[in-house]
Nanobody, 112 residues
Framework: QVQLVESGGGLVQAGGSLRLSCAAS????????MKWFRQAPGKEREFVAQ????????YYADSVKGRFTISRDSAKNTVYLQMNSLKPEDTAVYYC?????WGQGTQVTVSS
């Protein structure tokens, strides 16, 4: 199993930036891709971004493309989500994910 712990959420004004982190532990040698999802109140959980572990190839949802950057530090078993030009509609709980494993989530609130 892989355990995931997110951090870095908070309250920011529209146009601001935040960087989320997700630290993995356990059977980290099995990781081949890491993903970020988010869930806003009253909405379904939605995909945000993913990155392959060995090649570092990113992929983004259209809603965040050009504003968010996903990266990973394999040595630290950590994946990051740099979020710039934040909008109120980015307000959600952000989760990192590997296969069936999920972190506890970190709240991001963007005020207008």
């Amino acid at each position: 199993q892989v355990q995931l712990v997110e951090s870095g959420g908070g309250l920011v004004q529209a146009g601001g930036s935040l960087r989320l982190s997700c630290a993995a532990s356990g059977r980290t040698f099995s990781i081949y891709v890491m993903k970020w999802f988010r869930q806003a109140p009253g909405k379904e959980r939605e995909f945000v971004a993913q990155i392959t572990w060995s090649g570092g190839i990113p992929y983004y949802a259209d809603s965040v493309k050009g504003r968010f950057t996903i990266s990973r530090d394999s040595a630290k078993n950590t994946v990051y989500l740099q979020m710039n030009s934040l909008k109120p509609e980015d307000t959600a709980v952000y989760y990192c994910n590997f296969r069936e494993e999920w972190g506890q989530g970190t709240q991001v609130t963007v005020s207008s």
